[in-house]
């Protein structure tokens, strides 16, 4: 079997810029979260898709937040789209989707964690992270755990992480630590940009690794000087980066693997669907679970 863990706040976020505004009878604004279930209903009817689970937000800040001020927040995200937080996780469970909604920790965590967890279970072929963040690149594994891009249809396995980044999977969060993530509220260190950092990591895979001798990383040594020096000055912004970038597996999950299997939309949906004013979507449910009036 295949497990596919969907980043449900990405999802959500893709729906509000992508699906057209809709409002329900009570004029709550629920477009994206009329797209999100429909996208998700796509996922879970296609054949070979058994088992989900959806990681969301549920607030926008976690514990990196107390490691790092500037690290994201919700400010600046558009009021009707956090609004439907809650509202969206309503809808995925009712379609009978797992839901982990994160508040200590990231959905990015409970996709790692769920990926950590159930990718050595007897019967499981692969984990497919339904998500087209570069932070979730970590979690690759071979062809076992890959990364799915479901707008454009990309898959990232082992080998394709490298050939996007230059460097491997388990290199990610010193690649992210050196270059920075604008999405995340974090800079990065001066002069590395990404061509340098994929070159040398690709070499020492770690911070730690990277030697003081600027001789040693391979590049012009005009560079290279430059690189040293600016990384020797503020080695403890790399590490704080790298730990903002790497992702964690021990979030508390308690589903088992088979709590994961779809077996079809709950009841609730059609009262949910109906309080959105939005029951087209009940006509094309192929399977239900529990008894139906």
Not at 185 to 211: N, T
Not at 278 to 288: V, Y
Request: charged letters at 25%; a negative charge.
């Amino acid at each position: 079997m295949k497990i596919h863990l969907v980043d449900g706040t990405y999802e959500l976020f893709r729906s509000h810029f992508g699906a057209p505004s809709r409002k329900a009878p009570d004029g709550q604004e629920i477009g994206a979260t009329a797209g999100l279930l429909r996208s998700l209903l796509l996922l879970v009817t296609t054949p070979g898709v058994t088992h989900v689970a959806c990681a969301f937000d549920h607030v926008v800040e976690s514990f990196r937040n107390q490691l790092y001020p500037g690290y994201k927040t919700g400010e600046g995200v558009d009021p009707a789209l956090l609004a439907q937080f809650p509202l969206a996780e309503r809808a995925v469970a009712a379609l009978g989707i797992v839901v982990w909604p994160m508040v200590e920790f990231e959905a990015d965590d409970a996709l790692a964690a769920g990926a950590s967890r159930f990718q050595s279970q007897p019967g499981v072929e692969q984990i497919v992270i339904c998500s087209p963040d570069k932070d979730l690149a970590q979690c690759v594994s071979g062809t076992k755990v890959v990364c799915w891009d479901r707008r454009r249809d990309i898959v990232l396995d082992e080998q394709g992480v490298v050939g996007k980044f230059g460097v491997r999977p388990r290199s990610i969060p010193d690649y992210l630590a050196l270059v920075g993530d604008s999405a995340d509220g974090y800079p990065g260190i001066p002069m590395w940009g990404a061509k340098s950092a994929s070159l040398v990591l690709s070499r020492f895979d770690h911070l730690e690794s990277i030697p003081d001798d600027p001789g040693q990383l391979g590049l012009p040594p005009g560079r290279a000087v430059k690189l040293i020096e600016s990384l020797g000055t503020r080695r403890e912004e790399a590490l704080l980066y790298r730990r903002l970038a790497t992702l964690r597996t021990d979030v508390p999950l308690s589903e088992e693997l088979a709590d994961l299997e779809w077996q079809g939309a709950l009841p609730a949906l059609k009262d949910f669907s109906a309080a959105l004013g939005d029951e087209g979507i009940l006509t094309r449910i192929p399977r239900w679970r529990g008894p139906q009036s």
